[in-house]
């Protein structure tokens, strides 16, 4: 703040300024603002890609579809059958998982199924190979490859 000093007042007291000069506050902002504008580098909104020309070859030989189901009791499925024990179904897992073209797994688990068996199903999978697997009632679809 400035005092004026040398006013006309008769009581002798110089009066305090109550105005404060903002133009050197406004000198600046604009000289900020126009460094800014200048240091700011152009930006592209585009991504230069080299797409492939052409259209890719048809599929030959679609994959086989293997359902494996687990009902309200926890009884495993493969394709319909009924499969007794945990070996009965691994062993039929190492075959889908050795065909040249691995076939797509719909795990299809009922609601009220026991979590332990539909993760032991799940984990069977992954450990013995087959690499696309999927669970038919979400939106997912798990591709390992």
């Known amino acids: 703040m400035g005092m004026n000093v040398g006013s006309g007042s008769s009581s002798g007291d110089p009066e305090v300024m109550i105005d404060i000069n903002t133009?050197?506050?406004?000198?600046?902002?604009?000289?900020?603002?126009?460094?800014?504008?200048i240091t700011i580098p152009i930006q592209l909104h585009a991504v230069n890609l080299n797409m492939p020309v052409g259209t890719p070859p048809p599929q030959v030989v679609k994959p086989e579809v293997v359902k494996i189901d687990i009902d309200e009791r926890s009884v495993v499925f493969w394709n319909g059958e009924e499969v007794p024990d945990r070996a009965t179904l691994e062993a039929k897992m190492k075959a889908a998982a050795e065909q040249a073209v691995q076939p797509e797994v719909h795990l299809r688990p009922n609601k009220q199924a026991k979590?332990?068996?539909?993760?032991?199903?799940?984990?069977?999978?992954q450990r013995i190979g087959l690499t696309k697997m999927g669970i038919v009632g979400s939106e997912q679809f798990i591709d390992g490859k």
Do not use: R
């Open 115 to 125: 979590y332990e068996v539909v993760a032991a199903v799940m984990a069977a999978t």
């Open 23 to 37: 133009t050197p506050l406004i000198d600046v902002m604009l000289v900020l603002l126009i460094m800014l504008i």
